[in-house]
């Protein structure tokens, strides 16, 4: 995490001050953080318009991995570590907020990962192929992308045959609509982190997992370890998951907190 | 509104082409216009995280002017064609959204226009200027700022003596926390249009528009139409309009998408 705070600002701009004391801190550094990285060629604009998205949701749960996201991190941790093939996608967005923990998520589970950009170009891809890898420290899938994925038009549809085609549960963090359902028509087990909980690739998701990135993903760590020498337990997680359930708790929690007005802690 | 839909992608990505038959053509071409005018310096990349921010909560209002924001909407006409000195404040989002609309606004009621950077360099103030007055085809105030807003210890304290430090009534479109609550303090009359119902900047307004900025400004300038010869009627709204309970109603129709799920038409 220490490296994460060096980006306080995009260069063109001002430096930002914050305070460690700033209730928000942690969302405004990740914010500074993101702009920073447009500068850098990883994320892109339309990218820095979806994370300010995902900033509305967050704070209307209160910028807390909430119990009804723990509940699915533990079920998406068991999925991961109980698949046979399974691969973790990897995107602008998701690279610049939390490679080096996707990577952690892939050691802790045997996932292979894969780089999949919504804006494509070839620079684009080995630029964030090349910070991947350097965070992560290790390989990853996607700089030849010799496969498609059914259902989509565009040239989104590409993927590899080694990784997303073969996977039997894949693991999309902060991935589009489109490409999530095509997972999920192939026949693969989706697993989502979106913060939008009615979002086409949350509703597209056997498991939902409702929380924001960098705090996401260190939990799923935390409960593959917990449950890597512990099929039985792993085996009980997810019998006992209830997907719709869980996704309706989230949105009634977010409606209490709307009706108490518990989410005005915005600086904006 | 002609000339919006030129802006369809940023310059530096592949052009996005959307169909006008897409149900989210306007949220799109917005989405891509104020890309595009991150590059063009008016937007900044934190502006753009607003920006997705304000899109969240407009997708939970389902994209639409709530009868709520109608009314509301109506009242800010009320309010500006009664005051004695109205200004408009515009800032980088405000001007690349609805510059024009704004200008259209601040002549259906006889109010003064300020430009307010919230990322403030004397290029990006020379910039914005430019842009706003000739989309406004008038001109406007804050190239030079010889005064300061009590309660702010930034430069962002820095405004005109003739405009907003003498205002009594003041229209801040996608306006930061810190300054509303500056200018509320100050005694000025606060009317936001902000799509955050809970944010600092809507709770500091005594007339809170949520509602999207191109939506808002041409009813808005409807009204004010509608109402500039009927200062009984005028009146009248504004003896019956409640802001709180206004608000409230506003909290508890997104309770009820959120319910319904109605506002999962996202293509995220």
């Known amino acids: 995490m220490e490296r994460r705070t060096v ?45 300010g998205r995902g900033e509305a949701f967050d704070y209307l749960l209160g910028e807390t991995t909430v119990p009804e996201a723990d509940l699915a991190e533990k079920a998406a941790a068991a999925w991961l570590l109980r698949a046979e093939r399974p691969v973790i996608t990897v995107n602008g967005n998701a690279a610049a907020l939390a490679a080096k923990e996707l990577g952690d998520l892939a050691r802790a589970t045997g996932a292979l990962v894969e780089i999949n950009l919504f804006h494509r170009s070839e620079g684009r891809l080995r630029k964030v192929c090349d910070l991947v890898e350097e965070e992560m420290g290790m390989k990853v899938l996607g700089r030849e992308q010799d496969a498609v994925l059914e259902g989509i038009a565009s040239d989104r549809a590409r993927c590899t045959s080694q990784g997303l085609l073969a996977a039997d549960v894949v693991l999309i963090p902060l991935e589009d609509g489109d490409r999530a359902e095509a997972m999920a028509k192939a ?38 370890n917990e449950l890597r020498n512990r099929p039985e337990e792993a085996q009980a997680v997810l019998a006992a998951f209830r997907n719709q359930e869980n996704l309706a708790a989230v949105m009634r929690r977010i409606c209490r907190g709307l009706r108490k007005g518990t989410a005005d802690r915005s600086e904006r």
Chains 1, 2 share one sequence.
């Open 7 to 51: 980006y306080v600002g995009a260069s063109s701009l001002p430096r930002v001050k914050i305070s460690k004391d700033h209730p928000r801190y942690r969302s405004l550094v990740t914010r500074e953080r993101m702009a920073a990285m447009v500068e850098e060629g990883i994320v892109s604009t339309t990218g820095l318009i979806a994370h």
């Open 187 to 224: 026949g693969k087990k989706v697993i989502s982190i979106d913060l939008n909980p009615l979002s086409r690739t949350t509703l597209a998701a056997e498991v939902a997992v409702v929380d924001e990135l960098t705090r996401a993903v260190p939990n799923m760590v935390r409960w593959a």
